[in-house]
């Protein structure tokens, strides 16, 4: 078991090392962890996402180190009794680490690096400690013995010292050549020729344990498939925008802040929201709107997708006609008054108000490509979700919190509605089986904004239940019927359980 668990150590320590050296999405760990999150079922997705939420990354590494080690320790077993088949094993090892690495979208011939030298490496290292494991008989009712234990322990030492030291040296490289940071560091946005008018003071219920109307970035959520966050070099960054158009053309990030910036307030949700879920948020966003880009562009005729590639090979499809119609289409270069946080997207990301982020979000953007439905079907959509996925009408008690305790009397129930390019205009809440009743509603100073609600609940002893539901301007309320958020988005009533004394 040792000597599975060192060799493996020293194969993904100097691995780690050599990929911070040559390209960090080259570590075959997160190659691995990137081929788990394609292949995963939809359900093991929703699965990982409603039980792990903003920590499903960590779970998957997790259980992505469990397998390597529980493979180690059979490698080990396997070298202590016949070492050639140790070293296939090991060579077997390096050339799936090899095929996960090369499968990623983005991946070059010298990606597999990391794997190489690690491999050749972690080879060394179980020559070394399988060369002084060795045993002598003691009697056949006994274990054998070390031959000689000091030297094996000397050697276990010194190859946990180097697959520890070579780890912490890869983290401390690749943290210095966050390339990223640095550029995002060096940006000097201008000031928006069209800034977002203050938002009224109405916009707060003033009810504490809601939601913050707009969402600091610290706390927004992020949902993607990275599992490291991507970093971007302005000095070599380009936008492309092609396919069918007459005028293709690219841009540097110098050039796009030239044509002037917008800023608009926006609130943005993901399709794996559950009824009730945190995975939506509200941020004063600035960019450069989309709409003329594409126009000047030239769009061929019958064209109704446009494609948007990140820098680590995520696809996604936006309807045309969504980006077309009026609405506030951005590429978006700065969240809440700085440039982009580098895990939202820096430098540039998608913006398309009222869809889902996995059709109008696309984040790390680096090309945009003019298409139809038909000839091209991206990430999301090869897994089975909607191609077209307008945000549904929906509604959150955020407090009193479930299974919350509150005495009887006054009891001030509140939350937050959202039906992007609708609005809300009325929210409602039962108590039990009750009639429903009026919600008051904060200031909506936008349709693609979400709306606080509160409700004073005269609250009597026992154990009640809270429901909420909401009506958007084209008169039409959110359905009772339970969906799952695939393949469109949740539907449903969100309700809370409380306990009055």
């Given at each position: 078991?040792?000597?599975?668990?060192?060799?493996?150590?020293?194969?993904?320590?100097?691995?780690?090392?050599v990929?911070?050296?040559v390209?960090?999405?080259?570590?075959?760990?997160?190659?691995?962890?990137?081929?788990?999150?394609?292949?995963?079922p939809?359900?093991?997705?929703?699965?990982?996402?409603?039980t792990f939420?903003?920590?499903?990354?960590?779970?998957l590494?997790?259980?992505?180190?469990t397998?390597l080690?529980?493979?180690?320790?059979?490698?080990?077993?396997?070298?202590l009794?016949?070492?050639?088949?140790g070293?296939?094993?090991?060579?077997?090892f390096?050339?799936?680490?090899?095929?996960?690495?090369?499968?990623?979208?983005?991946?070059?011939?010298?990606?597999?690096l990391?794997?190489?030298?690690g491999?050749g490496?972690g080879?060394?290292a179980m020559?070394?400690?399988v060369?002084?494991?060795r045993?002598?008989p003691?009697?056949?009712?006994?274990?054998?013995?070390l031959?000689?234990?000091?030297?094996?322990?000397?050697?276990a030492?010194?190859?946990?010292?180097?697959a520890?030291?070579?780890?912490?040296?890869?983290q401390?490289?690749g943290?210095?050549?966050?390339?990223?940071?640095?550029?995002?560091?060096?940006?000097r946005l201008p000031?928006?020729?069209?800034p977002?008018?203050?938002?009224?003071?109405?916009?707060s219920?003033?009810?504490?344990?809601?939601a913050?109307?707009?969402?600091?970035?610290?706390?927004?959520y992020?949902?993607?498939?990275?599992?490291?966050?991507?970093?971007?070099?302005?000095?070599?960054?380009?936008?492309?925008?092609?396919?069918?158009?007459?005028?293709?053309?690219s841009w540097?990030?110098?050039?796009?802040?030239?044509?002037g910036?917008v800023?608009?307030?926006?609130?943005?949700n993901?399709?794996s929201?559950e009824?009730?879920?945190?995975?939506?948020?509200?941020?004063r966003?600035a960019?450069?709107?989309?709409?003329?880009l594409?126009?000047?562009?030239g769009?061929?005729a019958?064209?109704?997708?446009?494609v948007s590639?990140?820098v680590?090979?995520m696809?996604?499809?936006?309807p045309?006609?969504?980006i077309?119609?009026?609405r506030?289409?951005?590429?978006?270069?700065?969240?809440?008054?700085e440039?982009?946080p580098?895990?939202?997207?820096f430098?540039?990301r998608m913006?398309?108000?009222?869809l889902?982020g996995?059709?109008?979000?696309?984040?790390?953007l680096?090309?945009?490509?003019?298409s139809?439905?038909?000839a091209?079907?991206?990430?999301?959509?090869?897994?089975?979700w909607?191609?077209d996925?307008p945000?549904?009408?929906?509604?959150?008690i955020d407090?009193?919190?479930?299974?919350?305790q509150?005495?009887?009397?006054?009891?001030?129930?509140?939350g937050?509605a959202?039906?992007?390019?609708?609005?809300?205009?009325?929210?409602e809440?039962q108590?039990?089986?009750?009639?429903?009743?009026?919600?008051?509603?904060?200031?909506?100073?936008?349709?693609?904004?979400?709306?606080?609600w509160?409700?004073?609940?005269?609250?009597?002893?026992?154990?009640?239940?809270?429901?909420?539901?909401?009506?958007?301007?084209?008169?039409?309320?959110q359905t009772d019927?339970r969906a799952?958020?695939?393949?469109?988005g949740?539907?449903?009533w969100?309700s809370t359980t409380?306990?009055?004394?």
């Amino acid at each position: 078991m040792v000597v599975g668990v060192l060799t493996a150590g020293v194969t993904l320590g100097v691995a780690h090392l050599v990929a911070a050296l040559v390209n960090p999405a080259a570590d075959p760990v997160l190659a691995v962890g990137g081929v788990a999150i394609d292949l995963a079922p939809q359900p093991v997705k929703a699965f990982a996402i409603r039980t792990f939420g903003a920590n499903d990354k960590i779970a998957l590494l997790a259980g992505v180190y469990t397998l390597l080690a529980l493979t180690a320790v059979v490698l080990g077993v396997t070298a202590l009794r016949r070492r050639r088949y140790g070293s296939a094993g090991l060579v077997a090892f390096a050339a799936l680490g090899a095929a996960a690495v090369l499968s990623r979208p983005t991946a070059t011939p010298v990606d597999i690096l990391p794997v190489l030298v690690g491999a050749g490496a972690g080879m060394a290292a179980m020559l070394l400690v399988v060369r002084a494991a060795r045993t002598v008989p003691v009697s056949a009712s006994r274990r054998p013995r070390l031959l000689n234990r000091r030297q094996f322990l000397a050697t276990a030492a010194g190859t946990a010292l180097t697959a520890g030291a070579t780890a912490a040296v890869g983290q401390a490289v690749g943290h210095g050549n966050a390339v990223g940071a640095r550029s995002r560091a060096a940006v000097r946005l201008p000031p928006p020729v069209r800034p977002a008018p203050p938002l009224p003071a109405g916009v707060s219920a003033g009810v504490d344990g809601v939601a913050a109307f707009v969402t600091p970035n610290r706390d927004f959520y992020r949902v993607d498939t990275a599992l490291t966050v991507p970093q971007v070099d302005l000095k070599t960054w380009r936008l492309t925008l092609g396919g069918a158009v007459d005028r293709p053309r690219s841009w540097r990030f110098e050039e796009l802040l030239a044509r002037g910036l917008v800023e608009r307030d926006i609130t943005l949700n993901c399709v794996s929201n559950e009824v009730g879920g945190p995975y939506i948020g509200t941020a004063r966003w600035a960019g450069i709107p989309l709409a003329p880009l594409l126009r000047e562009a030239g769009i061929h005729a019958g064209q109704n997708q446009l494609v948007s590639r990140s820098v680590e090979g995520m696809t996604i499809g936006t309807p045309l006609d969504a980006i077309l119609d009026g609405r506030d289409a951005l590429l978006a270069v700065a969240m809440n008054g700085e440039p982009l946080p580098l895990d939202h997207g820096f430098p540039v990301r998608m913006l398309v108000p009222g869809l889902y982020g996995y059709v109008g979000a696309c984040k790390w953007l680096t090309s945009m490509t003019v298409s139809t439905f038909d000839a091209f079907d991206p990430y999301w959509v090869q897994r089975g979700w909607a191609a077209d996925a307008p945000v549904k009408t929906a509604s959150r008690i955020d407090t009193p919190k479930p299974f919350a305790q509150r005495p009887a009397g006054p009891v001030m129930v509140a939350g937050v509605a959202w039906a992007q390019r609708r609005g809300i205009t009325a929210v409602e809440v039962q108590v039990d089986d009750g009639p429903w009743q009026q919600a008051r509603l904060a200031d909506g100073p936008s349709p693609d904004l979400w709306r606080q609600w509160t409700y004073r609940w005269d609250a009597a002893a026992g154990s009640h239940t809270l429901r909420v539901r909401a009506t958007d301007a084209t008169g039409a309320t959110q359905t009772d019927q339970r969906a799952a958020p695939f393949p469109d988005g949740a539907t449903g009533w969100h309700s809370t359980t409380v306990t009055v004394t």
